[in-house]
T-cell receptor, first 116, second 110 residues
Framework: GAVVSQHPSWVICKSGTSVKIECRSLDFQATTMFWYRQFPKQSLMLMATSNEGSKATYEQGVEKDKFLINHASLTLSTLTVTSAHPEDSSFYIC????????????FGPGTRLTVL | GQQLNQSPQSMFIQEGEDVSMNCTSSSIFNTWLWYKQDPGEGPVLLIALYKAGELTSNGRLTAQFGITRKDSFLNISASIPSDVGIYFCAGRLGNEKLTFGTGTRLTIIP
């Protein structure tokens, strides 16, 4: 299957700082990428859909000014958690969607964010 | 957001046993996907289904797209220790976003 990478795999930061997470599709181009958040023992919750060259579409209840998304190329989307607080601590997972009839989604390995 | 109902929520089985889990929805989908997630990792795609009634295998895994388009099941035969993890179903209609199931946690008892 297609490979999606995320960087960093984990990050610990102080409250009030901003953290940037990168998501890359390594062997295919993705016009659409997705950002999910997962709390312990829960399913994945979609935060936003990232479209190359246009603004992201945020799910209800997700603050767009807090979770900045940039999809500047067909292989890279970034999520910046601005002014992070302890309640933002979570497992953030991106996925990239292949083009064509089947539109399969492949997930990155996730980024564990801990805000102190 | 909406979630699919997945059952059972958790399973405790012995190595070598067969496993069956299913996913139901109140609305129809035209794509069903099954993922496995290991602790601290992202989900990995196991099987993708695109047609009602479709039955697809991937090694010891078999999944079916329900004829009503509102359900899907995943079977694992002769379970082994590396099958431990959380299994998620996901459904999609057209170009809409994926809707995920609540997950089934599989544990193998030594």
């Amino acid at each position: 299957g297609a490979v999606v990478s995320q960087h960093p795999s984990w990050v610990i930061c102080k409250s009030g700082t901003s953290v940037k997470i990168e998501c890359r599709s390594l062997d295919f181009q993705a016009t659409t990428m997705f950002w999910y958040r997962q709390f312990p023992k829960q399913s994945l919750m979609l935060m936003a859909t990232s479209n190359e060259g246009s603004k992201a579409t945020y799910e209800q209840g997700v603050e767009k000014d807090k979770f900045l998304i940039n999809h500047a190329s067909l292989t890279l989307s970034t999520l910046t958690v601005t002014s992070a607080h302890p309640e933002d601590s979570s497992f953030y997972i991106c996925s990239a969607q292949t083009s064509g009839e089947r539109n399969e989604q492949f997930f990155g390995p996730g980024t564990r964010l801990t805000v102190l | 957001g909406q979630q699919l109902n997945q059952s059972p929520q958790s399973m405790f089985i012995q190595e070598g046993e067969d496993v069956s889990m299913n996913c139901t929805s109140s609305s129809i989908f035209n794509t069903w996907l099954w993922y496995k997630q290991d602790p601290g990792e992202g989900p990995v795609l196991l099987i993708a289904l695109y047609k009602a009634g479709e039955l697809t295998s991937n090694g010891r895994l078999t999944a079916q797209f329900g004829i009503t388009r509102k359900d899907s099941f995943l079977n694992i035969s002769a379970s082994i220790p590396s099958d431990v993890g959380i299994y998620f179903c996901a459904g999609r209609l057209g170009n809409e976003k994926l809707t995920f199931g609540t997950g089934t946690r599989l544990t193998i008892i030594p």
